[in-house]
């Protein structure tokens, strides 16, 4: 299994560009979810899905939309960059059945310009 | 709201020593609390958990304290080896199913 991946790894943005950064999944987890975690902070929901069709807001879902159509992938979405929103971004998958274990992907480092 | 909150931002050890990392929560409904460590440049990596119907559990070097009464989280490791420098987080999972993390302490080992 590859476990969580995350694609990119780094990224610039331009203030007002858009881009998705794209979560996958090969444990067939139910549950998936995206966190920002700033410098020196611990880490904050941004949104998450417990299945496919279904997603919900976090603690700072705004300027992010998501959406769940598949079980392995969960797409994040920047409509317009603001420079708040340079972050490392993660994701992460877990299962109902297995002690809740949440397992992270490696991060997506994206600075907005 | 539901917070979750650590005592010390910085935690500094011998190798060999003991080391305690303390945490705070404010959600006394929260039923599941989880301990995860994370190097630099990469993810959260899970350690060890803990539910709200037990006091005390153990793994392989690490202990995890829940003491409901003045709702306080700890995490041990023992004889603390230089591998173990990172940044340790609780997390919370709250009644609505998020999982809330708390700012981290960063653990440093030294010779």
């Known amino acids: 299994n590859a476990g969580v991946t995350q694609t990119p790894k780094f990224q610039v943005l331009k203030t007002g560009q858009s881009m998705t950064l794209q979560c996958a999944q090969d444990m067939n987890h139910e549950y998936m979810s995206w966190y920002r975690q700033d410098p020196g902070m611990g880490l904050r929901l941004i949104h998450y899905s417990v299945g496919a069709g279904i997603t919900d807001q976090g603690e700072v879902p705004n300027g992010y939309n998501v959406s769940r159509s598949t079980t392995e992938d969960f797409p994040l979405r920047l409509l317009s960059a603001a420079p708040s929103q340079t972050s490392v971004y993660f994701c992460?998958?877990?299962?109902?059945?297995?002690?809740?274990?949440?397992?992270f992907g490696p991060g997506t480092r994206l600075t907005v310009l | 709201g539901e917070s979750v909150g650590l005592h010390l931002p910085t935690l500094s050890v011998q190798e060999g020593d003991n080391s305690i990392i303390n945490c705070a929560y404010s959600n006394s409904a929260s039923d599941y609390f989880i301990w995860y460590k994370q190097e630099s440049g990469k993810g959260p990596q899970f350690i060890i958990d803990i539910r709200s119907n037990m006091d005390k559990r153990q793994g392989q070097r690490v202990t995890v304290l829940l003491n409901k009464t003045v709702k306080h989280l700890s995490l041990q490791i023992a004889a603390t080896q230089p591998g173990d420098s990172a940044v340790y987080f609780c997390a919370e999972l709250s009644h609505t199913d998020k999982l809330i993390f708390g700012t981290g302490t960063r653990l440093q080992v030294f010779p």
């Open positions: 992460a998958s877990r299962s109902w059945t297995i002690d809740n274990e949440q397992f």
